[in-house]
């Protein structure tokens, strides 16, 4: 049927801010199903209070509102404006808890609005466990034993009736937030009230453990019609007793029999149609006993997943797009296949390559924390790789991670303690991927790898080659490597660095231009969805060996930009805002627009944003060979934070324009000793410092400077491995570790300004004329990340002597670092004078939060700037702030209840909310600086 004519203003509500759990894949859902609706003719409002992300900027939405996300925010929205539905299913769990808080409210009747996209009823059945217990049995489904608990007594009961080992199971959570594994009677009392206080409901499923079962999920859209299909099966890497969001994941399965996935297809069709009449998304987990095949289920989300996004990116059907038009009426027969332009949407979507998605933790930023994986999700991010085999493209996603690492292995990084390397398999936390592989290259056989991970062994055999391989590769030089051996390591994935470093004295350059004598090159494939059965007007690429190259260079002028990567702690969505911008920027100066990211979360990477998408590692080599076939005008690293900043130098060493500031200057701010002799020459203040390559050195300069000292290294994000010393021994132990962390690197000693206030700005330079965008006090003190600190825009308590020291500097710096776009400082201030911290002549964290507040597109007009088509003068600007805007960063530290939550140098917050307020008198902003006197008082 079309769509229902009496749906002309829809209401999305969102995710809120990024938090372990629930990130980004909600910004891109939220931001595809908004796009989908205006496209229909249909006003879109959107409440999120997450000011770094695209879904609330105004390219996205009719009306945004950055709001709380409360029944009473909502109930404002509603008083505002006549809305006619309300479309939950886009922003996680939140977004659900939140409709049906409304629902149970009254609010939806009270206003006329009707739910759409969902069932509420669906949302009870599936969230309730008890509930979707019952109707699993009612059905004819296969669950695990287990019973509900309403409170520690029957929780207890459950326990002795079920036996060990057990899963805990909280009601009404994300990331598996609250459960885990109980394995011995003595852990239970304590994992039992943990599960019980996290849920909202304080109810708990407790269940019968299938560890070591493998571990399926299945995307699927279904329409009015009752029509469903399969978007995209997805089998874990990692067997049951590792939450999905951190397991190595795999589309599509790969070890999973015809008759065990027909069966699969076929209940997870019953279970989507058993909980009740919705238009929409869904995903569902099974668990698949290896030894027969039987078939559990574990649970149904009737909304998009994190996994959706992921699905989407692998196929290359946008199923939130797809799912916002399903929601207002239409049926998949109705709607066309938005890659190939000629089809309908209701096909199942074919690949003719692997996907292999890896997450990425943080664990370096919660020290002290259990790091070993279980139930409850503990990955901030993750890539996905692309690749004509499992094994390209798993080699492929080491390459993307962000971690150092060449590829699986052969980079130097190996571990040799077989000790450590056992005990890591067996309680399996980040590294163990790269541990299997270290294993097999001390000699552990695979059945002994398989008994103690459960993995099947499929994949072992297909790590296990990389081993084999490698142990070839060594018996050449660089000049004798047959031409089909060498094609045959490039297709397994091995990157020049691997290569370089298992053959020894040879360097990445010199692999690269033997291969290319060897005529051995890149070339690039496209995901069309449909296996390249109908021509695709919209595809994007991935890069393989082999002869025929799908990607073809037009003779238009290029921008590349290169993404941010995976999400991680110091560098999250905001650089992706950022991105986005960029690409919008380039297509209206006139430039095709190319991206270059490997983060399936995000709106970077959905296949219309940019003219062309390469989704690939934002890693050297495979940069290099996108460069060589493109050719572009030049490449924007100025906005993909730390990832692209560090491409700066390769770009530079090569000749490659980089558009904006000149990576010299950028090298000048980035390395802190540079940095601060600039600082000397300008006249400008800053905290009396010294530069140490050695602990001995460090502790001379301490000596010099004074303690207390922070201490610090060069190119790095979010204040990675940043402490304050108060003496020689801390000291010490600091630079060693810093050191040793990151080898290489030096060591900037600063004197520490105690009780200092922390202030910073962002401006942008267009060479001749500087704009400042935003100046902002922050609530906590100098010595805590300006990423953990609450953030007032403009400032609230600065003398006019103060912002004028930091207008004053502002304009020394920008100009001095010939600075071609956007521009971040740091402040301290003590005693009336302010002293500079550090600058950085990129896009920050903050800028997404002014552009906001001040509702002023300044990416937009800083890429515009930093492309050369415009200056300053071109831009009439006005701000629309009344009052204050509030940046409040949020935690996850839930997920590692055993950490240390004393904030410091170093930042650990995931995401972050934006709050307006009037006056200073607000309750919200009193209670604020309430805690900004006690860390002035400690």
Not at 139 to 152: P, R
Not at 626 to 651: F, R
Not at 726 to 736: C, G
């Amino acid at each position: 049927m079309p769509k229902d004519s009496s749906i002309k203003s829809v209401l999305i509500i969102g995710s809120g801010p990024i938090i372990i759990g629930q990130a980004c894949e909600f910004d891109y859902s939220g931001s595809q199903a908004a796009l989908s609706l205006k496209d229909e003719g249909i006003e879109v409002s959107i409440i999120n209070s997450n000011p770094a992300t695209i879904m609330t900027d105004k390219v996205i939405a009719d009306h945004v509102y950055l709001r709380p996300l409360t029944c009473d925010s909502i109930e404002t929205i509603l008083q505002e404006q006549k809305i006619d539905a309300v479309l939950p299913t886009m922003g996680g769990q939140t977004a659900l808890n939140l409709c049906k808080e409304a629902e149970e409210r009254g609010i939806w009747n009270k206003y006329g609005v009707k739910v759409i996209g969902v069932d509420v009823a669906a949302i009870e059945k599936t969230e309730n466990r008890e509930e979707f217990r019952q109707l699993m049995v009612d059905i004819g489904i296969g669950v695990a034993k287990s019973k509900i608990a309403n409170s520690f007594l029957e929780g207890k009961e459950a326990a002795q009736e079920i036996g060990f080992p057990l899963v805990i199971r909280p009601s009404y959570t994300l990331g598996g937030t609250g459960g885990g594994f109980v394995h011995k009677k003595e852990e239970f009392d304590a994992a039992l009230s943990r599960g019980l206080q996290a849920s909202p409901t304080h109810e708990v499923l407790v269940e019968q453990a299938v560890l070591g079962w493998k571990e399926y999920e299945l995307e699927l859209l279904r329409d009015n019609k009752d029509n469903v299909i399969i978007i995209c099966s997805i089998e874990n890497f990692d067997p049951m007793g590792i939450h999905t969001g951190d397991s190595i994941t795999v589309a599509p399965a790969m070890t999973l029999s015809d008759r065990c996935y027909q069966e699969m297809r076929n209940q997870a069709i019953k279970m989507m149609r058993a909980i009740g009449n919705f238009a929409g998304g869904c995903n569902v987990q099974f668990s698949v006993n290896p030894a027969d095949e039987s078939i559990i289920a574990i649970e149904i989300n009737p909304r998009v997943s994190r996994s959706s996004a992921l699905a989407s990116k692998a196929t290359g059907y946008p199923i939130a797009k797809i799912a916002a038009k399903l929601a207002i009426g239409y049926n998949l027969d109705e709607i066309e296949n938005q890659i190939t332009k000629t089809t309908s949407a209701y096909f199942e979507p074919t690949l003719d390559y692997v996907i292999v998605k890896v997450p990425r933790w943080n664990f370096d930023k919660f020290k002290g924390a259990n790091n070993e994986l279980g139930l409850q999700m503990k990955s901030v991010g993750e890539v996905m790789a692309i690749g004509r085999t499992f094994i390209e493209a798993l080699q492929k996603a080491a390459q993307s991670l962000e971690i150092g690492r060449a590829g699986l292995g052969a980079d130097g990084r190996q571990n040799r303690n077989l000790e450590e390397i056992m005990k890591g398999l067996e309680h399996p936390t980040w590294n163990r991927l790269f541990l299997i592989k270290d294993a097999m290259n001390l000699g552990v056989p695979i059945e002994s790898i398989r008994k103690v991970t459960l993995i099947d062994k499929w994949f072992l055999v297909q790590i296990q080659e990389l081993v084999a391989l490698e142990q070839e590769l060594k018996r050449y030089s660089l000049n004798n490597i047959p031409k089909d051996f060498f094609l045959t390591l490039k297709q397994k994935g091995f990157s020049d660095i691997q290569i370089s470093w298992l053959l020894g004295n040879v360097t990445e350059d010199d692999v690269y231009n033997r291969r290319k004598e060897l005529g051995i090159k890149r070339v690039y494939k496209m995901v069309d969805t449909c296996a390249a059965e109908f021509q695709a007007q919209t595809p994007y690429y991935y890069s393989t060996f082999e002869h025929e190259n799908e990607s073809v260079a037009s003779d238009k002028k290029k921008i590349i930009v290169l993404g941010s990567g995976p999400n991680r702690i110091g560098q999250g969505i905001e650089f992706d805002y950022s991105c986005v911008h960029g690409l919008i920027a380039a297509k209206e100066s006139g430039f095709e627009a190319i991206m270059i990211n490997c983060n399936p979360e995000t709106v970077s990477t959905d296949f219309n944003m940019a003219d062309k998408l390469y989704f690939e590692p934002v890693f050297w080599e495979h940069v290099r060979e996108i460069i060589e076939l493109e050719k572009p005008e030049g490449v924007i690293v100025q906005l993909g934070g730390q990832t692209a900043l560090k491409m700066a130098e390769k770009l530079y060493e090569n000749g490659i324009k980089i558009i904006g500031t000149s990576f010299k200057n950028m090298d000048i701010a980035e390395d802190r000793g540079h940095f601060s002799d600039l600082l000397k020459d300008l006249d400008i203040p800053y905290p009396k410092y010294g530069v140490a390559e050695s602990a001995e050195e460090a502790i001379e300069v301490a000596h010099q400077v004074g303690y207390p000292v922070l201490v610090r290294p060069s190119y790095v994000l979010g204040g990675q491995g940043m402490s304050i010393v108060i003496n020689d021994d801390d000291l010490e132990k600091a630079v060693v570790k810093l050191l040793g962390d990151l080898p290489g690197n030096r060591v900037l000693i600063d004197h520490f300004l105690d009780r200092a206030e922390e202030a910073e700005s962002d401006s942008i330079c267009d060479g001749e004329d500087v704009h400042i965008i935003g100046m902002m006090e922050h609530i906590e003190p100098a010595g805590i990340h300006s990423g953990d600190s609450s953030a007032v825009l403009p400032p609230f308590n600065l003398s006019e002597n103060v912002t004028r020291q930091m207008e004053e500097y502002t304009t020394k710096l920008a100009k001095a670092l010939n600075v071609r776009g956007l521009l971040n400082i740091q402040f301290a201030i003590k005693d009336e004078k302010v002293y500079v911290i550090e600058a950085n002549p990129r896009a920050s964290r903050t800028v997404p939060f002014i552009a906001k507040a001040y509702d002023v597109p300044y990416i937009n007009i800083a890429a515009k700037i930093m492309l050369g088509v415009n200056t300053l003068k071109d831009f009439t600007i006005v701000r629309k702030l009344e009052g204050y805007a509030i940046k409040e960063p949020v935690f996850s530290f839930d997920k590692f209840p055993d950490v240390d939550k004393q904030l410091g140098p170093e930042m650990k917050s995931t995401g972050e909310a934006i709050r307006f307020i009037k006056n200073l008198e607000d309750p919200y902003f009193v209670k604020l600086y309430k805690e900004k006197s006690m860390y002035l008082s400690k």
